[in-house]
């Protein structure tokens, strides 16, 4: 029979996506198959799935955690905020419609029946669903029509284990706190709890640990002791990446305000030679970066406005002045180009806008979504790679005959006559141990050559060893319920 366990936060950000992950290793290590599952993701760092939809990144991270491929049903209701009241909803992998925050509360409860069909397909055949919530289970002016948290596992009969992060301070009430708010129905459900991020002497919050367990009464799952090598993972807020110093190469990425599929950062992040500096708003670009990378963007011609409005085209025209190298991804590709023309609304009012103008390239936007996983080649040094395309666009121009890539026989990209400026719509790509030290000794910087994926897959194995050894795995595993 199949068993499943919800790990729920006391509060966002309680490092929930890290604990699932470790959880799966850990148990993947003890024989068991493992799947991993989140009823409602909210993120602009998606993944393509294996059966050609998305999902969020931090599940694809848990797939693999699990031995898994990505697929639609490891996420089925996925949000991908537009504007600040809005956002593109993502069923089963494929878009539905888009909606305003306080339209989505009438939508919710439809998507139910979508969320258990997911969940119970991916159910069958292994020993062990771990579950994730979003947010956190005390915000019960959102409880009507749930699916995120206790919604879901009422409805799937799923049991919980309430996650609380010590290292923001405030545990005792966060736990305490959540215990008091929930409705009868819904603390019972709570069958365990676990502190996460502690930093120094657990044991000196055994009487703080004993004190949740009096006044609530769930079984005390142990105490995680802070893991300092979570970074080595990607990355599923930008924040995770703009708080970590590297070397002496600097890699200069501006905060777009809908910053989307960041993941591309990953692997320079680990590259014990480069830093990677993300500038925030008010910020500029520093002068001394040898590459400028435009990231992703869920909404290209807003943060091509944005990015104006900071003054980084202004810092971007001098970086280029000075010989330095910019690389444009998905939207970013597109900021790079001539214009930006969005005749159907699909990023809101019909409009046309200038670009950048440093690639001789127009981008027409369109409703037809491309989602797949795509084999490529580096021309300039033939060395493959793998990765990912996940936009609405389509460009073209005369810098296109200057394709850097090539996909299946198709040329993918463009450059400027000088090669200093590229773009293309491939996510994922350094993640090529070969291709990213091709790509980085083009700028003059020398890579380590260590093997990125082998780096993530060693992590996982480091993180399920970590909670092996501070946590009650036997318990965690004799709370979980048949489904």
Request: contains cysteine.
């Amino acid at each position: 029979m199949t068993k499943a366990l919800m790990i729920q936060g006391a509060g966002s950000n309680v490092g929930k996506s890290l604990f699932v992950a470790g959880l799966a290793r850990a148990f993947r290590a003890r024989g068991l198959s493992v799947a991993p599952f989140k009823p409602q993701n909210m993120s602009n760092n998606a993944a393509v799935t294996v059966d050609g939809g998305e999902i969020g990144r931090a599940q694809a991270l848990q797939a693999l955690a699990c031995g898994l491929d990505p697929v639609v049903d490891m996420n089925p209701v996925l949000l991908k905020p537009e504007t600040d009241v809005g956002a593109q909803v993502v069923v089963q992998g494929q878009r539905l419609t888009t909606v305003k925050a306080r339209d989505y509360a009438k939508l919710k409860p439809s998507l139910m029946p979508r969320v258990l069909e997911s969940f119970h397909r991916l159910a069958d055949g292994v020993d062990l669903v771990l579950v994730e919530g979003a947010g956190s289970p005390a915000e019960v002016n959102l409880r009507a029509g749930d699916i995120a948290n206790m919604g879901f596992a009422e409805a799937a009969g799923v049991p919980v284990v309430l996650v609380g992060d010590i290292d923001r301070g405030g545990v005792i009430a966060q736990m305490v706190g959540t215990h008091v708010i929930l409705p009868p129905d819904d603390r019972a459900r709570i069958q365990g709890f676990a502190i996460n991020k502690f930093r120094g002497d657990p044991t000196l919050f055994a009487d703080g640990a004993l004190e949740i367990g009096r006044q609530t009464g769930w079984r005390d799952i142990g105490i995680l002791p802070w893991f300092a090598d979570a970074w080595r993972l990607p990355a599923e807020d930008i924040m995770d990446i703009a708080t970590r110093p590297g070397g002496d190469v600097k890699i200069a990425v501006p905060r777009l305000g809908r910053i989307s599929n960041f993941d591309d950062l990953d692997p320079l992040v680990a590259e014990p030679g480069v830093t990677v500096e993300v500038v925030e708003a008010g910020r500029p670009l520093p002068g001394d970066a040898t590459l400028v990378i435009l990231a992703g963007s869920k909404s290209t011609i807003d943060d091509l406005a944005h990015l104006r409005a900071q003054g980084w085209d202004v810092d971007l025209a001098g970086h280029i002045r000075r010989g330095g190298h910019v690389l444009g991804i998905c939207g970013g590709y597109q900021m790079l180009g001539k214009t930006i023309d969005d005749p159907m609304g699909i990023e809101g009012p019909p409009r046309r806008v200038d670009g950048l103008g440093y690639l001789d390239v127009e981008t027409t936007m369109g409703a037809q979504k491309t989602l797949r996983l795509s084999d490529a080649t580096y021309t300039a040094t033939g060395a493959p790679l793998q990765g990912y395309e996940i936009h609405k666009g389509q460009t073209t121009g005369p810098d296109c005959a200057r394709a850097w890539l090539d996909i299946a026989g198709r040329a993918e990209g463009a450059a400027d006559p000088s090669g200093r400026i590229r773009g293309c719509y491939l996510h994922g790509l350094f993640t090529a141990d070969q291709f990213r030290a091709d790509f980085m000794a083009g700028l003059g910087i020398s890579s380590a050559g260590e093997s990125y994926a082998a780096r993530v897959d060693a992590t996982l194995d480091a993180l399920a060893a970590h909670m092996e050894a501070h946590l009650d795995l036997d318990a965690v595993l004799d709370l979980a319920a048949g489904v």
